[in-house]
């Protein structure tokens, strides 16, 4: 009996170990370990070691030993209302996207979505991710190009980058007070295309005022209980 007792726990902790290893894999995997040295300069740093994230489609993202970061990739509203860029859970996100903006080797488009996997990868939640990625998406650095990993987009589009839809803070503001709205009235069913979609005269009909809270509010939104 104490046998089979003893198999019976192993059985479950493998079952929970396979389901955790699971949900944590799911939206991609680090490799490594983010070692930096800050430069003379006070601003920037170098990686020790190389660092890695594979996404969900098993690309490597890649920042190697030598390489300097930094978080210029994060765009201005996002340190001005969320925090700098190797802060909290997206740290290690913030190092692969500095550095894949830098190379400019896949589109802006692929690249911006790749933080957001390697955010929900460092534990980030799917409403504050969502934010994140609309941060980065409007308001990060474009860059003309057709060579794509996981996205295609066409020659002619890549050469000609759209226009941007959102530009200002109170434009940030407002998105992130619509994709929290729409959070929770879809119950968490926020898609990346939907964050893509959002324009500044959308958001000013969805949200014509601007509260003072949201103003006031730095940091990440509190995620809903699931």
Known sequence: MRRIST???ILIGVL????????????????GKVMTEWEDDGRHMRLLAD????????TDWLAPKGRRIDGASIPRVFWTFIGGPFEGKYRNASV??????????????????????????GGVGPLNAAIMYGAVYHFGPRWPGSKSSGLVVSSA??????PRT????????????YIVMEYRRLKGDISLEFVERLTSAFLKDK?????ASARN???FVPEPAK
């Open 207 to 211: 949200v014509p005022e601007i509260s």
């Open 51 to 58: 660092f890695r994230y594979f996404d969900p489609r098993g």
């Open 7 to 9: 198999l019976f726990l």
């Open 217 to 219: 509010l730095r940091g």
């Open 96 to 121: 692969v996207h500095d550095i894949a903006c830098d190379d400019k080797a896949r589109t802006w488009q692929s690249v911006h979505r790749m933080f957001y996997f390697a955010s929900r990868t």
């Open 166 to 177: 959102l530009t200002t803070d109170d434009d940030f503001l407002r998105m992130r007070e």
């Open 16 to 31: 929970l170990l396979n389901a955790s290893f699971a949900q944590s894999s799911r939206f991609g995997r680090f490799e």
């Open 157 to 162: 589009y890549a050469q000609d980058l759209p």
